[in-house]
Nanobody, 119 residues
Framework: QVQLVESGGGLVQAGGSLRLSCAAS????????MGWFRQAPGKEREFVAA????????SYADSVKGRFTISRSNTKNTVYLQMNSLKPEDTAVYYC????????????WGQGTQVTVSS
């Protein structure tokens, strides 16, 4: 069982930056793949970024590539999402997620943190 708690959301002007954090409980964090997703009002939840258990492999949605960076600290049981050059269309609730070792779905989810980008 993994519990995830996001933090770092807030209100920022377009062009600004925010860093989201996701603190995970459980001794197995270092073996889990981690991801960030987001859901804007009236839209479906969408993939933002993911990182492998070691941090050696990352992937990004095309809409955030070059602006967002996902990273993790297995000693701190935390995954981060550095968001730069924010746009109003990045406004959403951002969720952290974890998936057990192997290829499979994300099964553990945080409660989300609101990010609002004003124009």
């Amino acid at each position: 069982q993994v519990q995830l708690v996001e933090s770092g959301g807030g209100l920022v002007q377009a062009g600004g930056s925010l860093r989201l954090s996701c603190a995970a409980s459980g001794r197995t964090f270092s073996s889990y793949g981690m991801g960030w997703f987001r859901q804007a009002p009236g839209k479906e939840r969408e993939f933002v970024a993911a990182i492998s258990w070691s941090g050696g492999s990352t992937s990004y949605a095309d809409s955030v590539k070059g602006r967002f960076t996902i990273s993790r600290s297995n000693t701190k049981n935390t995954v981060y999402l550095q968001m730069n050059s924010l746009k109003p269309e990045d406004t959403a609730v951002y969720y952290c997620a974890a998936r057990p070792p192997g290829v499979g779905p994300f099964v553990y989810w945080g409660q989300g943190t609101q990010v609002t980008v004003s124009s």
